[in-house]
T-cell receptor, first 113, second 112 residues
Framework: EAQVTQNPRYLITVTGKKLTVTCSQNMNHEYMSWYRQDPGLGLRQIYYSMNVEVTDKGDVPEGYKVSRKEKRNFPLILESPSPNQTSLYFC????????????FGPGTRLTVT | GENVEQHPSTLSVQEGDSAVIKCTYSDSASNYFPWYKQELGKRPQLIIDIRSNVGEKKDQRIAVTLNKTAKHFSLHITETQPEDSAVYFCAARTPGYSTLTFGKGTMLLVSP
């Protein structure tokens, strides 16, 4: 089954404790992206990747890191999480190009206390 | 960069009524406009999209219209049903970029 998976789905952590949210897709998509969703703010892009070893900042990259060592994986790293990073996070992937559908993962609900 | 404004932020209709959600975009070069539906607790999923060389597209009860001159596009849902209740996001993509810029979403509530 073609899909985007994320782990963990739910995470409660404390300020400053490094964490990684994994994202994996099995559709051989070149493009992958991370979004955060907050009430009233919609979906805001954090980072995206056009292909292996190619990453770029989105609209809200501060406090986040990503890597793209393999085509199928695009982990999101929070090296020192803060409470303002409490949010719902979505990974998405698509074929590279202008008009291809983005497929979203199931989401990761992160709470930083 | 591209900026997408979406209205209204919430919309309540009675079952069977029509619903219209409107978006405006800032970059006249944008050429792809998808709409995503997000049910409560679920991931966003594409429901319909339109390219800049097309003025209107329909798929059963949903349709999207695009006015390039005015830089706005709209989602039309006819004969609404309770299962249409969800958050709807519009988005726009500019040539040369694979990124989508999303509107802030519209919460549609369809009452039986």
């Amino acid at each position: 089954e073609a899909q985007v998976t994320q782990n963990p789905r739910y995470l409660i952590t404390v300020t400053g404790k490094k964490l990684t949210v994994t994202c994996s897709q099995n559709m051989n998509h070149e493009y992958m992206s991370w979004y955060r969703q907050d009430p009233g703010l919609g979906l805001r892009q954090i980072y995206y990747s056009m292909n292996v070893e190619v990453t770029d900042k989105g609209d809200v990259p501060e406090g986040y890191k990503v890597s793209r060592k393999e085509k199928r994986n695009f982990p999101l790293i929070l090296e020192s999480p803060s409470p303002n990073q409490t949010s719902l996070y979505f990974c998405a992937s698509s074929l590279k190009g202008q008009v291809y559908e983005q497929y979203f993962g199931p989401g990761t609900r992160l709470t930083v206390t | 960069g591209e900026n997408v404004e979406q209205h209204p932020s919430t919309l309540s209709v009675q079952e069977g009524d029509s619903a219209v959600i409107k978006c405006t975009y800032s970059d006249s070069a944008s050429n792809y406009f998808p709409w995503y539906k997000q049910e409560l607790g679920k991931r966003p999923q594409l429901i319909i999209d339109i390219r800049s060389n097309v003025g209107e597209k329909k798929d059963q009860r949903i349709a999207v219209t695009l006015n390039k001159t005015a830089k706005h596009f709209s989602l039309h849902i006819t004969e609404t049903q309770p299962e249409d209740s969800a958050v709807y996001f519009c988005a726009a993509r500019t040539p040369g970029y694979s990124t989508l810029t999303f509107g802030k979403g519209t919460m549609l509530l369809v009452s039986p």
